[in-house]
C-alpha cells in the first residue's frame, strides 16, 4: 500500500473485534507516530495505556465501540501559549502517525475526545497543565465504513497576493 493509499484508505472506526493489538506490533506504531513534526524536537506526547476500571468508569456511550485497547494521549505542559499551541499540534501530528501505521497494519483507530471533559481529565488522573488531545480506541475493525465525501480541494485554497 502506498503512502497515498493509506491516507485515502484510512477510516474512523467505530467498531472493533475482540482480538487483542500484540505489544510488538503496537510498539511499532507507536515508534513510528514519534517522527512525527515537533518544535524544538520536544516530543510533547505522553501516553497513558487505559486499563478495565479507568475504562469503565469513563463511560462511553458505546464503550468505545468494543476496541480491545485504549491509549490517553496528553500534551504535556508549555512555558507559554504558543508553546502549548504547537505542543498540541505536534500531539496531533503523532495521532494521525499512530492512526496511518495502525492502518497500513490492518488495524483502525477510533479518536475520542472524551478525555478532554472534566469527567476525563478526573478518571484519567490528568494533571491541570497537561492537555488531554485524544483517547484513542484501538483493535481490528469489525466493520470499515465508505469513505465520506470531501470538498474539492481546490475550493480551500485562497491565493494572497
Known sequence: MTILDT??????IKAFKPDPIPEQELNTWLEAASYAPNHRMNEPWEL??????????????TDFGGAPLLIGVLSKPADNAMARDENIMAVSCY??????????????????SLGASALGR??????????VVAILAVGYPLEVPAAKPRTMVEDKITTLP
Open 95 to 112: 495521532i494521525q502517525n499512530f492512526m496511518l501505521a495502525a492502518h497500513e497494519a490492518g488495524a483502525g483507530v477510533f479518536w475520542s
Open 48 to 61: 497513558l495505556l487505559i486499563g478495565p476500571e479507568t475504562r469503565a468508569a469513563l463511560n462511553h456511550k
Open 122 to 131: 478526573k478518571v484519567l488522573g490528568v494533571p491541570e497543565e497537561h492537555d
Open 7 to 12: 491516507i485515502r484508505t484510512r477510516r474512523t
